[in-house]
């Protein structure tokens, strides 16, 4: 019971959020001037007519990161449960180990990557 | 009744410190700027040393045109910076400012629920960024992503970190647990989450998402007036939380000299001081480089962070 009134709440700011957005919105809505023109209404460039399509062709040189990242960030869901309970009564030094064991995979991993390259931006 | 008087006043709180605190640090980075730079910064709007400055400039945002290009993905570019503002006033409600319950709401799994929340925010960057169509708002907003995901996890750790210490991840818990050496045993840990958290707000040095000499400002490029403004406050909202989570976190939250009936007087204090820091880093460092940035967190923090990771097991094992 306490623990969905706690989320309760939560969800309860999330909607104070969205109506003070609603309200902003709106009353912007009728505060300001609406004069739109073709020039206006151009992508900006610098100032001089846009060159080309809108979206630009752009190289993602990170998508490498993007795969450290997911494996990082399992290791962190591992992570957080485990933080609250290692020292308890019964756990102690081994599940210390354990987790050392794992993060060192993750480590040599990274170190893998440096030493390819991977963390080069260019 | 009475509960629901009390939900309802908490509701009001945070939103109140979510309206005024983010003004409170703007118009401080307007002064502290100002004099680190020697000048005057904005003096007039409202008498006293310009006090009214950014109440003006909200009213000047306001009224302002609000206009979406012809070419951008409308609903998308719309709804951006709300995406990226209401996460903060989300996060808000879990922080603890004093002792015996003086926060918003005790949330069981704090710490985990603020960084989850914290990180939908630069959704709207993206958001903002792929929906303008602009070619400086899409370089920007995959800056930021590529930022976002570097510095998440060494601020993930350095969190972890912190709820080994405490054995807990409730916010209020681990405030409680906090002893005084713990900034110290926490320091790596500390300064690897506050930069992390500086360089996921996208503030300088770590500002190359909007750097405004090469992409204008980035996936905010195309946006005016009440939008434009949105933005701006979810930038400051997000130095608030940053600089609270870290109070909480690292330094103590409401424990200091004296701290009986007036605890949350340490904390607002402790939070101001970091909120400080802030400014003064910007006015201090040129911009990190986006090939230097991206090597700083993953070859310098994360190494930290799991060092830090290591040592705090070790002690508390050792002192169990």
């Excluded at chain 2, 990190?288 to 070859?299: G, H, I, M, P, V």
Aim: charged share 10%; net charge neutral.
């Amino acid at each position: 019971m306490d623990y969905f009134h706690g989320y309760s709440v939560v969800g309860l700011v999330a909607v104070v959020g969205v109506l003070f957005v609603s309200v902003a919105f709106a009353s912007g809505r009728l505060l300001r001037p609406v004069v739109p023109t073709p020039e206006k209404m151009l992508t900006y460039e610098c100032g001089v007519d846009p060159v080309g399509g809108d979206w630009a062709h752009t190289q993602i040189r990170y998508y490498v990161y993007a795969f450290l990242y997911v494996i990082f960030a399992v290791d962190a869901i591992f992570l957080f449960p485990w933080a609250t309970v290692f020292d308890a009564p019964g756990f102690g030094a081994t599940t210390l180990v354990e987790m050392f064991v794992f993060i060192g995979f993750l480590a040599v991993g990274l170190l893998y990557a440096w030493k390819k390259g991977v963390l080069e931006w260019t | 009744m009475n509960d629901a008087l009390d939900v309802v006043l908490r509701l009001v709180a945070v939103l109140v410190v979510f309206l005024v605190f983010p003004l409170l640090v703007g118009q401080t980075e307007h002064k502290v700027m100002a004099h680190m730079q020697g000048r005057l910064g904005p003096m007039y709007a409202g008498g006293f040393h310009g006090w009214a400055q950014l109440v003006a400039d909200g009213v000047k945002f306001a009224q302002k045109e609000d206009i979406v290009p012809a070419d951008a993905d409308r609903r998308v570019f719309q709804l951006a910076p709300a995406v990226a503002l209401l996460p903060y006033l989300l996060v808000l409600i879990a922080i603890p400012v004093g002792p015996r319950g003086f926060v918003g709401e005790t949330v069981d799994a704090g710490l985990i629920f603020v960084l989850a929340v914290m990180g939908i925010g630069v959704l709207g960057s993206l958001m903002a960024g792929w929906a303008s169509a602009n070619k400086f708002s899409l370089l920007g907003g995959l800056r930021t992503a590529a930022q976002l995901m570097a510095y998440e996890l060494p601020m993930l750790l350095a969190a972890a970190s912190v709820a080994m210490a405490a054995g807990t991840l409730s916010l209020p818990g681990i405030v409680a647990g906090y002893h005084w050496w713990w900034t110290l045993w926490q320091l790596v840990g500390g300064l690897v989450f506050f930069t992390a958290g500086l360089a996921e707000l996208q503030r300088p040095p770590f500002d190359m998402p909007v750097a405004d000499s090469e992409i204008i400002f980035g996936a905010y490029t195309e946006y005016t007036g009440l939008r434009f403004a949105l933005f701006l406050l979810a930038e400051y909202a997000g130095i608030v939380v940053l600089c609270a989570l870290t109070t909480v976190l690292f330094l103590g939250g409401w424990h200091g000299p004296w701290s009986g009936s007036a605890g949350w007087v340490w904390t607002l204090l402790k939070t101001a001081v970091l909120a400080f820091v802030v400014i003064w880093l910007r006015v201090s460092y040129p911009r990190l480089r986006e090939d230097q940035l991206q090597k700083l967190a993953w070859t310098v923090l994360i190494p930290l962070a799991l060092a830090q990771i290591a040592l705090t097991g070790v002690v508390k094992v050792v002192t169990s």
